[in-house]
């Protein structure tokens, strides 16, 4: 079965510092999702990654996509307070199956 | 608004009681999915339809659980003899195509079983 894993699952930020967070997956998939969601609402689509070696970048974030070692990245530039949330990786099969998330909390 | 549309948005129920949700998927959007989230976890997958054919379905999803999409459009969840373990934001997604494609999520139903 598809098991998805992301570190960290908590991660407080100083403003303007970068960070790293990583998803796993443990069964070959060529398209991940990242997603974004803020306390009591929904999930916001953030990136759609469809093949190996795929990068995208939106402000501050760019997320990557290495299939060979099944490995999602999404990385922070330059933190800001309007990042904090919680991130999603999602991977893609025949349905999506997602991580646990990494609450991301931006401190002044 | 084009986007997925769920209601209600908000349900307190009995425990023994049953409920339904509705899902409207965007309008065209083959591909529907249900999640359910608690709090502090990821969406765990619960069973999607391509068009009117529900084609998987979760170990999650107790036979107390029912979806269906008659018509490939909108679709039903419904849960028999709720349980306090059943509290949960449940969550509906669309996308069009196969699984290449983008899926939009609604804003959710949110269970509280008494």
């Known amino acids: 079965e598809l098991k998805v894993e992301q570190n960290p699952l908590f991660l407080s930020m100083q403003e303007g510092k970068n960070y790293t967070i990583y998803c796993n997956y443990s069964t070959t998939s060529d398209r991940l999702y990242w997603y974004r969601q803020d306390p009591g609402k929904s999930l916001e689509s953030l990136f759609v990654?469809?093949?190996?070696?795929a990068v995208k970048q939106e402000g501050r974030l760019m997320a990557s996509l290495d299939t060979k070692a099944r490995l999602s990245t999404l990385h922070i530039t330059a933190a800001v307070h309007d990042l904090s949330a919680t991130y999603f990786c999602a991977v893609v099969l025949n349905d999506m199956r997602f991580g646990a998330g990494t609450r991301l909390t931006v401190k002044p | 608004d084009t986007g997925v549309s769920q209601d209600p948005r908000h349900k307190i129920t009995k425990r023994g009681q049953n409920v339904t949700f509705r899902c409207d998927p965007i309008s065209e959007h083959n591909r529907l999915y249900w999640y359910r989230q608690t709090l502090g976890q990821g969406p765990e997958f619960l069973t999607y339809?391509?068009?009117?054919?529900?084609?998987?379905k979760s170990r999650l999803l107790s036979d107390r659980f029912s979806a269906e999409r008659p018509k490939g459009s909108f679709s039903t969840l419904e849960i028999q003899r709720t349980e306090q373990g059943d509290s949960a934001m449940y969550l509906c997604a669309s996308s069009m195509g196969g699984a290449n494609t983008e899926a939009f999520f609604g804003q959710g139903t949110r269970l509280t079983v008494v």
């Open positions: 339809f391509q068009n009117e054919a529900q084609l998987e």
């Open positions: 990654l469809l093949s190996n070696g």
